[in-house]
């Protein structure tokens, strides 16, 4: 349900911006947000409180965006808070930017290791994802963990390349059984 609510609202808020051809501020407000949200928990507790009404969680939104964000950003917090769903706020953010980066042509990527990779190995990665990728730019999270026991497993979107020794030992496992 909460990733129909966040389709709803946020395919409705980056049509807005794209047509205003905003993405790229539409992408930083949204983040913004996102981050104050976060590292003041209290702001999304008082927004589910019971004990404040409809009007003083618009005017509490207000005294925190308003001039600080843009007119459509507003719009886009107050319609949430207004149609009660703050609940589902930070999922809504969280599709918002997703959609956003993915009409940027910015990726985002998990390559997953064994060992840790070093920058030149780590720059080398992302290169050739960028050239058989139709993105512009990577975002790239890096893990490791030792239980693929060598190789990489890299994930872009919902693509997935694994050419780990683990899945390898897993694939003759089977054929050999």
């Known amino acids: ?11 409705a808020y980056v049509s807005v911006v794209s047509e205003k051809n905003n993405l790229i501020d539409a992408l ?3 983040k913004s947000v996102k981050n104050i949200l976060l590292e003041n928990v209290e702001i999304i507790e008082l927004l589910d409180s019971p004990k404040m009404d409809d ?3 618009i005017d509490f939104i207000k005294g925190i965006f308003e001039n600080h964000i843009s007119v459509d950003s507003m719009g886009f917090l107050l319609t949430i808070i207004e149609k009660k769903r703050q609940a589902e706020l930070l999922p ?3 599709y918002v ?8 042509l910015i990726g985002k990527a998990t390559v997953t290791t064994a060992l840790p990779l ?3 190995k780590k ?3 992302v290169d050739e994802l960028l050239k058989s990728s139709h993105y512009k730019s990577l975002e790239a999270e890096y893990v490791v963990d030792e239980s693929i026991i060598g190789g990489i497993v890299i994930r872009i979107g919902d693509r997935v390349v694994d050419s780990s020794v683990k899945t390898r030992i897993d694939k003759m496992r089977k054929m050999l059984s």
Request: contains cysteine; hydrophobic residues 40%; charged residues 45%.
């Open 1 to 11: 349900m909460a990733k129909l609510v966040s389709k709803v609202y946020g395919d």
């Open 28 to 30: 930083e407000e949204i």
């Open 55 to 57: 009007e003083e969680k």
């Open 92 to 94: 809504i953010l969280d």
């Open 97 to 104: 930017i997703d959609c956003v980066k993915e009409l940027l």
């Open 118 to 120: 070093d920058d030149s």
């Open 123 to 125: 720059e080398r990665i």
